[in-house]
């Protein structure tokens, strides 16, 4: 039962474009949500999160957006840079809970 | 500051033996929380401690034993090896169970159970 999903695996893009990271989630008790990077050979490490009072957090060249009627985040990247080639893990977590449950991740290729 | 650091890096187990997975951090962290990320398979909560002498259950326990004698020390247990326990380990840890409290993890144990 997974309660993070992230439907794609892998996604591929040009240098300079946008990048878009999706989530989706099922548990409506989840009201906070982060996504972590994580390269080969080294644990991940954190880059954005948001509460689930704001539809939209903003940090730098990543903005993260929140769709609590869908069940829907997403994290979008612009522009895109070869540094930002990695593995992308949505997490999400109750209120008043320990546990952060984490997705499987998309691996991100940014293309010269 | 050396943040939260796993010993070993790899390591390589026969079916059947036991082996403790060390876990340290030095930020005076409260809360520590093992994963498991197989291939494909995104990071899966073993157990987790909200302090010393606590420990809990996360999605995916059996197999494993946990203890927490003091704040920076939270290794990991297992006691007769199997080959479904092939993975990569990753030890975290946070300040507080505030909502939003960024994780800081660990580089990670590969283990191979053959």
């Known amino acids: 039962d997974q309660q993070v999903k992230q439907n794609s695996p892998s996604l591929s893009v040009q240098e300079g474009r946008i990048s878009i990271l999706n989530c989706d989630y099922t548990?409506?008790?989840?009201?906070?949500f982060l996504w972590y990077k994580k390269y080969p050979a080294e644990g991940p490490t954190f880059l954005i999160s948001i509460s689930s009072i704001k539809d939209k957090n903003e940090d730098g060249r990543f903005t993260v957006f929140l769709n609590k009627s869908a069940k829907h985040l997403s994290l979008h990247i612009v522009p895109s840079q070869p540094g930002d080639s990695a593995v992308y893990f949505c997490a999400a977590s109750p209120n008043r809970d320990d546990k952060i449950i984490f997705g499987k991740g998309t691996r991100l290729h940014i293309l010269p | 500051n050396a943040g939260v650091t796993q010993t070993p890096k790899f390591r390589i187990l026969k079916i059947g033996q036991s082996m403790t997975l060390q876990c340290a951090q030095d930020?005076?962290?409260?809360?520590m929380y093992w994963y498991r990320q197989d291939p494909g398979m995104g990071l899966k909560l073993i157990y987790y401690s909200v302090g010393a002498g606590i420990t809990d259950k996360g999605e995916v326990p059996n197999g494993y034993n946990v203890s927490r004698s003091t704040t920076e020390d939270f290794p990991l247990r297992l006691e007769l090896a199997a080959p479904s326990q092939t993975s990569v380990y990753f030890c975290?840890?946070?300040?507080?169970?505030?909502?939003?409290?960024?994780?800081?993890f660990g580089s990670g144990t590969q283990l191979s159970v053959l």
């Open positions: 548990n409506s008790m989840f009201d906070y």
């Open positions: 975290a840890s946070r300040l507080t169970g505030a909502v939003g409290e960024k994780l800081f």
């Open positions: 930020m005076n962290h409260n809360y």
